[in-house]
């Protein structure tokens, strides 16, 4: 069975441009997470999507930032324009149930790096 | 307010010795998870263990152990006859009360075993 894929690994884009980051979750996950780590810091929940809705996106840090999962399948997040702030790894997770008592599956994260 | 402390930033040790990976953590729920998870260098996130909050039992997994005590907030995680394939980032996290249960990660703790 495939893990949670995210394409791409890297990214390095000059501010002010545009980055769309992409994750296929597991097959049959309905929900789907979003999460961020910036240098040396926690790992800090963006948004949360069951199926193509989104649940919970009280972690999106600002209007910049733009996640979609059309079809309840896989998502994008866009930053748009993006900042020197934004610069960090992206996780994005997916679980089957919803619930306290299930772990979600990571993919291996996508570095970008805005300059 | 919910929030998971791994004080140790980097933990270095000799391949064979044993190593605590310490977790503190707030919630003013009487319910909730707690996980670890292993970031290796390939990136993506591991999971290793889920604990819920009413079960206090200390669990081993081979060479992995854990430790929960509710009466000081902690979760720690003891690794016996260090290897160097141990060598990772190790993330504690808590299952925040609400719709989402989304993740509240600490900062982690960087393992180093050398041999």
């Known amino acids: ?115 | 307010a919910q929030k998971v402390t791994q004080a140790q930033t980097e933990i270095s040790v000799v391949e064979k010795e044993d190593v605590t990976l310490d977790c503190v953590y707030e919630t003013r729920d009487t319910t909730y998870y707690l996980f670890w998870y292993k970031q290796p260098p390939s990136g993506e996130l591991v999971f290793l263990i889920r604990r819920n909050s009413f079960d206090e039992q200390n669990e081993i997994s081979g060479r992995y152990s854990w430790n929960f005590q509710k009466s000081t907030s902690s979760f720690n995680f003891t690794i016996t006859a260090s290897q160097v394939v141990d060598s990772a980032v190790y993330f504690c996290a808590l299952s925040e009360e609400g719709g989402t249960y989304k993740y509240i990660f600490g900062t982690g703790t960087r393992l180093k075993v050398l041999a």
């Not at chain 1, 002010?16 to 997470?33: A, E, F």
């Not at chain 1, 790992?43 to 079809?71: C, Y």
């Open chain 1, 1 to 115: 069975e495939a893990g949670v894929t995210q394409f791409p690994s890297h990214s390095v884009i000059e501010k002010g441009q545009t980055v769309t980051l992409r994750c296929d979750p597991i097959s049959g996950h309905d929900n789907l997470y979003w999460y961020r780590r910036v240098m040396g810091k926690e790992i800090k929940f963006l948004l949360h999507f069951v199926k193509e809705s989104k649940q919970d996106e009280s972690g999106m840090p600002n209007n910049r930032f733009l996640a979609e999962r059309t079809g309840g399948t896989y998502s994008t997040l866009k930053v748009q324009p993006a900042e020197l702030e934004d610069s960090g790894v992206y996780f994005c997770a997916s679980s089957q149930e919803q619930g306290r008592d299930t772990e979600a599956f990571f993919g291996q994260g996508t570095r970008l790096t805005v300059v």
